[in-house]
């Protein structure tokens, strides 16, 4: 079955500067790789997604990058602010399942 | 409200008893999907439902646990004799068919004493 392997699993920047969050996945017949944001105390919440027929997507500050080669994904937030402070979640879906890595807590560093 | 809902939000039991909890999905939406998520950790991957059917269970699940959704809309997750390794948060979530957006409700916090 899928294996999503996750790192780093906490990540420091300062304010203003950029982070990246990096997945690989194991199963070759995974096409859909979506991201999550968990505050506190919430639901996860969905940021951003990519299709394997799509190398890249932005979304304002946030962008995602698939090698499917390589069968890595990475998250890049820029500008990062204080409210970009959560836990991220990579995931991705093959066979209609969708699995998780275990999480990147992102401190925002005022 | 029309999100994915969870009740309850939160239940203590003590070790030994069954619990259930239900999730209420999207009305549209035909996958629901149930993920346990401890402190610290990803959600992980119980259960999920194609309309009424239910297409694949975690090797992780034991016979304690077991899940239905009878009509297609709502669906129930069971645990019997809980343990105390069966705390965590138990997170429903529901899609359409295909690569979209699955939308998690916020949880059932389970503590087992």
Request: charged share 25%.
């Given at each position: 079955?899928?294996?999503?392997?996750?790192?780093?699993?906490?990540?420091?920047?300062?304010?203003?500067?950029?982070?990246?969050?990096?997945?690989?996945?194991?199963?070759?017949?995974?096409?859909?790789?979506?991201?999550?944001?968990?505050?506190?105390?919430?639901?996860?919440?969905?940021?951003?997604?990519?299709?394997?027929?799509?190398?890249?997507?932005?979304?304002?500050?946030?962008?995602?990058?698939?090698?499917?080669?390589?069968?890595?994904?990475?998250?890049?937030?820029?500008?990062?602010?204080?409210?970009?402070?959560?836990?991220?979640?990579?995931?991705?879906?093959?066979?209609?399942?969708?699995?998780?890595?275990?999480?990147?807590?992102?401190?925002?560093?005022? | 409200?029309?999100?994915?809902?969870?009740?309850?939000?939160?239940?203590?039991?003590?070790?030994?008893?069954?619990?259930?909890?239900?999730?209420?999905?999207?009305?549209?939406?035909?996958?629901?999907?149930?993920?346990?998520?401890?402190?610290?950790?990803?959600?992980?991957?119980?259960?999920?439902?194609?309309?009424?059917?239910?297409?694949?269970?975690?090797?992780?699940?034991?016979?304690?646990?077991?899940?239905?959704?009878?009509?297609?809309?709502?669906?129930?997750?069971?645990i019997?004799?809980t343990e105390q390794g069966d705390s965590a948060?138990?997170?429903?979530?529901?899609?359409?068919?295909?690569?979209?957006?699955?939308?998690?409700?916020?949880?059932?916090?389970l503590?087992v004493?």
């Amino acid at each position: 079955g899928e294996n999503v392997e996750q790192h780093p699993s906490t990540l420091s920047v300062q304010e203003g500067d950029s982070a990246v969050i990096k997945c690989t996945y194991s199963d070759s017949a995974s096409n859909y790789f979506p991201w999550y944001k968990q505050e506190l105390g919430k639901r996860p919440q969905l940021i951003i997604d990519i299709r394997s027929n799509v190398g890249e997507k932005k979304d304002q500050r946030i962008a995602v990058t698939l090698n499917k080669t390589a069968k890595h994904f990475s998250l890049h937030i820029t500008e990062t602010q204080p409210e970009d402070s959560a836990v991220y979640f990579c995931a991705a879906r093959a066979d209609d399942k969708i699995i998780f890595g275990k999480g990147t807590r992102l401190h925002i560093l005022p | 409200d029309t999100g994915v809902s969870q009740d309850p939000r939160h239940k203590i039991t003590k070790r030994g008893q069954n619990v259930t909890f239900r999730c209420d999905p999207i009305s549209e939406h035909n996958r629901l999907y149930w993920y346990r998520q401890t402190l610290g950790q990803g959600p992980e991957f119980l259960t999920y439902f194609q309309n009424e059917a239910q297409l694949e269970k975690s090797r992780l699940l034991s016979d304690r646990f077991s899940a239905e959704r009878p009509k297609g809309s709502f669906s129930t997750l069971e645990i019997q004799r809980t343990e105390q390794g069966d705390s965590a948060m138990y997170l429903c979530a529901s899609s359409l068919v295909g690569n979209t957006e699955a939308f998690f409700g916020q949880g059932t916090r389970l503590t087992v004493v």
